[in-house]
């Protein structure tokens, strides 16, 4: 009984990495804050790069275009393209 209580805990612990960071994200919408909690591998600061690259180039047409920023590569979008959604850039006057 100890053995599969264990083997439970075990299996919980290894993973928990996964579900932490399985909220769905609009990086096209999202304020550097939700990129930052939502996206494995992405601080503040890495967030509001994304940020800022989104309005100098207008929003992003794949996750893949992630990597453009300055900071990110190709495997930080890897980790993170299951929970990248791509919604329309709100239009601002």
Not at 15 to 30: F, G, K, M, Q, R
Not at 56 to 82: M, Y
Request: net charge positive.
């Amino acid at each position: 009984m100890k053995f599969i209580k264990t083997l439970m805990v075990v299996v919980l612990l290894a993973i928990a990495p996964l579900t932490i960071y399985a909220e769905e994200v609009d990086i096209n919408n999202a304020t550097a804050e939700m990129l930052s909690k939502s996206l494995k591998g992405i601080g503040l600061k890495k967030a509001q790069a994304i940020v800022l690259y989104r309005q100098k180039h207008g929003p992003f047409k794949t996750a893949t275009d992630l990597a453009n920023v300055k900071g990110i590569g190709e495997k930080t979008v890897a980790i993170n393209s299951k929970n990248i959604i791509l919604g329309k850039q709100k239009k601002t006057k």
